[in-house]
């Protein structure tokens, strides 16, 4: 991954990104379900392909969800 942040291309890019897919956190079960369904599709797709040019982003979103899920466990003393 390269150091240099070119802001000025990122958030173009970035505005692009989540018109097409709903990235970012994941704050009501309502976010959840609708991110869990994008994962099932794109896994759908990608399977266990780690060439596959989706690869990384599912790994992103797999990790969206569970931190999400992580928020909801109840913390034990």
Do not use: F, R
């Amino acid at each position: 991954m390269s150091a240099t942040l070119d802001i000025e291309k990122l958030v173009p890019a970035w505005q692009a990104l989540i018109s097409v897919i709903p990235l970012t956190h994941i704050e009501s079960e309502s976010d959840y379900k609708q991110v869990t369904i994008l994962l099932n599709k794109l896994l759908d797709i990608v399977l266990d392909d780690s060439s596959h040019p989706l690869y990384s982003l599912v790994s992103v979103i797999g990790d969206l969800i569970e931190a999400y899920e992580i928020d909801l466990e109840p913390v034990y003393p």
